[in-house]
């Protein structure tokens, strides 16, 4: 299962090693990444693929790291961007 | 590849500009519940919606946290109960039954309580519309709706005349709700058998045993989309919210899709519907504003509806497999800050949202009017939008409070999605006469198709 994550808050220290970190102990591989600072802002794309954790397990986790760390994370099925931007 | 400007796109539609699904309604037919004892046809209603239904929610549920979309309703709409209780009579027990289950599998709210009358009322049915207070008024999440007329029968104005009084009853029976009972009771011509969306939904009679409809949204990603093209010609405006309509609709049928596979039903069709709800930025009446007029009700208003919901349908058609339900822009009044804002300015008036209606889905909608407005008056107000919905082969539908103790000026609080409503001024001239002669205005000559 293949899933797209964007991180979009106030810029600072480790929020790659955050995100990453928790991640890599579920087992989640990182396919392809861009980050950015725009105007203060952190933003930066994932695509991740994970065959072991289950997405709403992902999901889970990260909302709570997206609290603990203060800036907003989605992670979402794939299929959803590729259903509203392909014919 | 996706790209990242697709990607912060479809993000921003759900941060900022309120996309959603709607709805998932479950249709489920209770044709194999019918009994000729009330008690056994009731439990048999009960166990076969939380047998068919009772991982709805926990489903919808899933879904929006796995695609990143809210999922705002979960509904389950029902074989119209005035038929599958005319062997026993026990529509009251059928109601109790409905709002049992409902409760039981955690469900929005269930619709059906409803009986189809375009053409004759049978005596079951008379029995039916007889219990229509009652069993709104003592249940929480039942929805009652009446099909009074269509293209091909034309219009039963004896059964406008009930639902005019039945209406009056409703509010009574709520009134220190301010009349919220009428909210759960829709009036309709030409309703359709798998509309997703509430009070009105209902599980027509050849329908599947068991479908998933869903209804789709997303009016403040159409704003957005229009104020992006503040000097675009008309054309450039239409082809901007047909790409808009068919990434909401592509969205909102993946995961109707998907909900029908887990839940083991078939998919049934995608609602092509911008539907708005009191919060900014989820505003019908807001595009039409941001298409260049002052304020929603102005002349040319009828005009933008027209090429909104016309562009709705042609980008949703080819987003998804199966396009039904009722299809179109909804204008309820309370539900949408626009149209409040509109009404207490003194912008817009009944006669313009009845010209509105022509052009777009579904009728007069959550509109409030003084409490002393007549039966009479109230069925005349239904016979004008069923001549509507009749002659212009559309659906068309009325939803009204005659708010108790209120009138022009004050406002009823209905909480939640059911918004505010500023009580509107109906016309003071009677029409008692006209209402009271009975029968059946015929059917228009082009509806003889064959």
Do not use: W
Not at chain 2, 145 to 163: E, F, K, L, P, W
Not at chain 2, 188 to 207: I, K, L
Not at chain 2, 286 to 303: Q, W
Not at chain 2, 428 to 443: H, L, T, V, Y
């Amino acid at each position: 299962m293949r899933a797209i994550v964007t991180v979009i808050g106030k810029d600072k220290t480790g929020i790659i090693a955050a995100v990453t970190g928790e991640l890599a102990a579920m087992a989640v591989n990182v396919e392809d990444i861009s980050q950015t600072i725009m105007r203060e802002y952190f933003v930066m794309l994932m695509m991740i693929e994970s065959k072991k954790t289950g997405l709403l397990e992902i999901v889970k986790r990260m909302e709570a790291l997206a609290k603990s760390i203060g800036v907003d994370i989605r992670v979402q099925h794939e299929d959803i961007f590729n259903a509203m931007h392909r014919i | 590849m996706l790209t990242k400007n697709e990607i912060f796109e479809t993000v921003e539609m759900i941060k900022d500009q309120n996309l959603d699904v709607r709805t998932l309604t479950l249709s489920l037919s209770l044709f194999d519940c019918i009994s000729d004892d009330k008690k056994k046809c009731a439990d048999k209603v009960y166990h076969k919606i939380v047998k068919t239904a009772g991982k709805l929610v926990e489903t919808g549920n899933i879904l929006a946290a796995e695609y990143g979309v809210p999922i705002v309703n979960k509904r389950v709409a029902v074989t119209p109960v005035s038929l599958i209780g005319a062997a026993s009579g026990g529509f009251i027990e059928i109601a109790r039954a409905l709002d049992k289950a409902a409760k039981e599998i955690g469900i929005d709210f269930i619709g059906g309580y409803s009986a189809l009358i375009e053409k004759g009322i049978t005596p079951a049915e008379d029995a039916f519309l007889h219990s229509v207070a009652e069993a709104i008024s003592s249940t929480e999440k039942v929805c009652s709706s009446v099909n009074v007329a269509s293209t091909r029968a034309g219009i039963n104005m004896d059964a406008v005349v009930r639902a005019g009084a039945m209406i009056k009853q409703l509010a009574e029976s709520t009134k220190k709700q301010n009349g919220i009972a009428c909210a759960k009771f829709v009036v309709f011509c030409n309703a359709v058998p798998d509309n997703p969306f509430m009070a009105g939904a209902f599980t027509g009679t050849g329908e599947a045993d068991a479908a998933l409809n869903v209804g789709v949204s997303g009016p403040g990603v159409v704003e957005k989309t229009v104020r992006n093209l503040p000097h675009a010609d008309f054309a450039a405006l239409a082809e901007a919210i047909k790409r808009t309509a068919f990434k909401i609709t592509r969205a909102g049928s993946l995961i109707g899709a998907e909900a029908a596979k887990r839940l083991g039903v078939q998919f049934g069709i995608v609602d092509l519907s911008l539907a708005p709800t009191p919060k900014l930025g989820d505003s019908v009446a807001h595009i039409l504003e941001a298409m260049g007029l002052e304020r929603v009700g102005t002349h040319g208003t009828t005009a933008a509806l027209a090429l909104l919901n016309d562009a709705v349908k042609k980008g949703g058609v080819m987003a998804s497999p199966a396009v039904g339900g009722l299809s179109g822009a909804f204008i309820p009044v309370s539900e949408d800050a626009g149209f409040i804002n509109a009404v207490r300015a003194g912008a817009i008036t009944i006669d313009k949202l009845e010209a509105m209606t022509s052009v777009c889905s579904v009728g007069l909608d959550m509109l409030a009017v003084p409490g002393d407005t007549s039966a009479a008056t109230i069925s005349a107000i239904i016979a004008d939008e069923c001549a509507i919905g009749m002659v212009n082969h559309k659906t068309t539908a009325v939803r009204i409070i005659p708010v108790p103790g209120k009138t022009v000026g004050d406002e009823a609080e209905f909480g939640g999605l059911l918004g505010t409503a500023p009580v509107m001024a109906a016309h003071s001239a009677k029409s008692d006469a006209f209402i009271q002669r009975g029968g059946r205005i015929p059917a228009p000559l082009h509806s003889y198709r064959n």
